[in-house]
């Protein structure tokens, strides 16, 4: 709490009582904490790309490395720009969701279209690791929401999906209609979630295993625009895991 005291006087100027306001900055002091942890997080992500960039650009400068080791240098340079460029998106996405959040159009879009358009975009990840996704749209079915942005949260999900299986894994694409939402299931039959990661999951740069996620190329961001994107849209994001069996995760939108 912070307090505040005015004294409250009399003509004569003598003091007659006091008042005391008690303002509740729990939430003021929450979203402070959030910022700086954020930007601290958003440092450190970039940091450790840059710094592995600065260290071998500098051997690459000073000539102490030739041939094929310099050619595999480039390669680590070049593999840590790519990374870079992926944070720099996702974080730009992020903050457009958060800033342009009144100007998103809503209009009524297919669900089939939003199906496939993110499988297209998914194929080649999945087919690299000999994967199968099916897909199941019983009819006609629409909802509500930006479409854009429907793919994006889809894309997300599928790709996770891909990560975090082993090779040749099947994954399965749901929707179902049940009380006035669409829901989009993309389920997995990868490595699995414990129980006490599942809440922590949907925050920004939050990572299981920060190591295989850094290695195949994740931001650690993927989820948190999952679950902006539902929020934008009066949805909801949630998953069921479990360890080694595989993960479903639900994406629900209003018709
Ligand atoms: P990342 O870029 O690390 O994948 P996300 O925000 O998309 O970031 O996901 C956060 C974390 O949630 C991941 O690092 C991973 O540990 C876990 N995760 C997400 N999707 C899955 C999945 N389908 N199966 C297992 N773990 C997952």
Same mark, same amino acid.
């Given at each position: 709490f912070q307090v505040c005291m005015?004294?409250?006087?009399?003509?004569?100027?003598?003091?007659? @009582?006091?008042?005391? /306001? &008690? /303002?509740?900055?729990?939430? /003021? !002091? !929450?979203?402070?904490?959030?910022?700086?942890? &954020?930007?601290?997080?958003?440092?450190?992500?970039?940091?450790?790309?840059? /710094? @592995?960039?600065?260290?071998?650009?500098?051997?690459?400068?000073?000539?102490?490395?030739e041939g094929k080791q310099a050619q595999q240098f480039l390669e680590i340079i070049f593999d840590n720009v790519k990374q870079m460029q992926l944070i720099v998106e996702d974080l730009l996405l992020l903050a457009s969701l958060e800033n342009d959040e009144k100007q998103i159009t809503m209009q009524s879009c297919?669900?089939?279209?939003?199906?496939?358009?993110?499988?297209?975009?998914?194929?080649?990840?999945?087919?690299?690791?000999?994967?199968?996704?099916?897909?199941?749209?019983?009819?006609?079915?629409?909802?509500?929401?930006n479409e854009g942005l429907l793919i994006q949260a889809m894309v997300n999900l599928i790709l996770n999906a891909i990560l975090y299986s082993e090779e040749g894994k099947?994954?399965?694409?749901?929707?179902?209609?049940?009380?006035?939402?669409?829901?989009?299931?993309?389920?997995?039959?990868?490595?699995?979630?414990?129980?006490?990661?599942?809440?922590?999951?949907?925050? !920004? &740069?939050y990572r299981v295993d920060k190591a295989r996620s850094r290695k195949e190329g994740g931001t650690g961001l993927g989820l948190s625009i999952v679950k902006h994107i539902a929020n934008i849209h009066n949805g909801n994001i949630s998953v069921e895991s479990h360890i080694g069996e595989g993960s479903t995760f639900t994406l629900s939108i209003p018709q």
């Open positions: 005015a004294p409250v006087a009399e003509k004569k100027g003598k003091i007659i @009582s006091l008042v005391l /306001t &008690f /303002t509740d900055i729990t939430k /003021t !002091r !929450r979203l402070e904490l959030v910022r700086k942890d &954020f930007v601290a997080n958003v440092s450190h992500e970039l940091k450790t790309p840059l /710094t @592995s960039i600065g260290g071998f650009a500098e051997i690459l400068v000073n000539k102490q490395a297919s669900v089939e279209h939003i199906i496939e358009e993110s499988l297209r975009r998914c194929t080649y990840k999945a087919s690299m690791k000999k994967m199968v996704i099916e897909s199941k749209v019983q009819r006609k079915l629409y909802c509500m929401g099947t994954i399965s694409i749901v929707v179902e209609e049940v009380e006035n939402q669409i829901l989009f299931k993309v389920q997995d039959q990868g490595c699995g979630i414990a129980e006490e990661n599942l809440e922590r999951i949907f925050e !920004r &740069f």
